[in-house]
């Protein structure tokens, strides 16, 4: 089988690059940008594989798709380039537009005039999966049910907004052109190899430097989260055997309040690291409130039950045990963090 990954040097990207080379045994095309948030280093375990190609090629940028499309004759395209930071997005939209918006539509151009050019098995079997977000549904009070497939898209973001434009575009080459697309959407992913500017990697490393964590407002917006390498499952679960043209929620069923989630880290950081900086007593007593970030929702959560039903997908990693698989890797990859740091600009 051969794929193309977009987004491949990213957080989510580059886990589902290395699981299908190494563990599937596909040959893969990585088309990503290197913007700030990848991290190409996450692929060096299989830089040197046969299996393994590389182009950096932005998604909006479409002769050089096309031609990228029409040679490598992929089976599958799965889709995670996108602008993916919340706070950027409100601070500059555009890049959010270009990408997820105008990427994911060149994307789709190229993949219809190459679908359409296939015949027999080759036809049938190809398939763009779209990898989306859970926060394209806009937020929830704190006793509505969680999200299923058939909740309207009510975004909140220039993020999320970008993202709900993109899956409808999706959907629209489905019901328009019979494009054969599966979309999936995910609630917020943890693990290694995430980008600093991330809640969970962000604080831990704050952290361990003695820093504040500053949590927006009241930190009592509710979050579901999920260890990257269960998404990944789901991902090529949904691209294998889900229905074409259809959605598919995957969720963690670990719902945190953003405090909660920064209370777990500190106490985990409090169990490993003995000789805390500046004289800490508990990492507890960086916690610090700031001011909320506008048009913040209140709560996401995700009901997976179709895929759960339909695939046979559950998730295998408990928040608390993930949570403390990601802490151990950040801190005991030193290198990465030095190397983040100093891109950061950080001292
Ligand atoms: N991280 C999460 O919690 C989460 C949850 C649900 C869905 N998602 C979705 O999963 C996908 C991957 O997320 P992530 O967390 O790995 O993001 P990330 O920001 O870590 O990685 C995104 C990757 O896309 C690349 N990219 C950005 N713009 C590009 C362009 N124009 N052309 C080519 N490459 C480009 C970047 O260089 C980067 O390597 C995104 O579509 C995101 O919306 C993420």
Redesign the pocket.
């Known amino acids: 089988m051969k794929a193309i990954v977009?987004?491949?040097?990213?957080?989510?990207?580059?886990a589902l690059v290395k699981k299908l080379i190494d563990e599937l045994k596909y040959e893969v095309l990585v088309?990503?940008?290197?913007?700030?948030?990848?991290?190409?280093d996450s692929l060096d375990e299989i830089r040197n594989k046969a299996l393994y190609s590389f182009s950096q090629?932005?998604?909006?940028?479409k002769p050089k798709i096309e031609d990228l499309v029409k040679d490598f004759q992929p089976n599958y395209i799965f889709?995670?380039?996108?602008?993916?930071?919340v706070d950027r997005s409100i601070e500059s939209p555009e890049?959010f537009l270009?990408?997820?918006i105008l990427?994911t539509y060149s994307l789709l151009e190229t993949s219809l005039v190459y679908w359409r050019s296939l015949n027999g098995k080759d036809k049938e079997i190809f398939r763009f999966l779209?990898?989306?977000?859970?926060?394209v549904f806009g937020d929830l009070n704190l006793e509505d049910p969680p999200f299923t497939e058939q909740n309207s898209y009510s975004p909140s973001s220039p993020?999320s907004a970008t993202?709900a434009g993109s899956d409808h575009l999706v959907r629209a080459w489905f019901r328009t052109y019979h494009l054969p697309v599966l979309i999936?959407?995910?609630?917020?992913?943890?693990g290694p190899?995430?980008?600093y500017e991330?809640l969970i990697p962000h604080m831990i490393l704050r952290a361990t430097r003695g820093e504040k964590l500053p949590i927006y407002g009241s930190g009592l917006q509710v979050r579901d989260w999920?260890y990257?390498y269960d998404?990944i499952e789901a991902i090529i679960k949904v691209i294998t055997n889900g229905r074409i043209g259809e959605s598919y929620n995957?969720g963690g069923n670990a719902e945190r309040t953003n405090l909660q989630v920064v209370q777990e880290i500190c106490t985990i950081l409090d169990e490993v690291i003995t000789e805390k900086p500046n004289n800490l007593e508990s990492f507890h007593q960086l916690i610090t409130h700031v001011e909320d970030r506008p048009g913040h929702d209140t709560r996401y959560a995700i009901d997976s039950s179709k895929l759960n039903n339909e695939l046979f997908w559950h998730p295998t990693e408990s928040f608390e045990s993930g949570l403390r698989k990601t802490i151990m890797w950040y801190l005991n990859n030193d290198l990465s963090r030095t190397y983040e740091t100093k891109r950061l600009g950080l001292k």
């Open positions: 977009t987004g491949g040097a990213g957080f989510i990207g580059s088309i990503d940008c290197l913007n700030y948030a990848s991290q190409i090629s932005d998604i909006s940028d889709n995670l380039a996108a602008e993916t930071h890049p270009k990408t997820n990427g779209h990898v989306s977000t859970d926060e993020y993202k999936t959407n995910c609630s917020n992913n943890f190899y995430q980008f991330k999920l990257v998404h995957i």
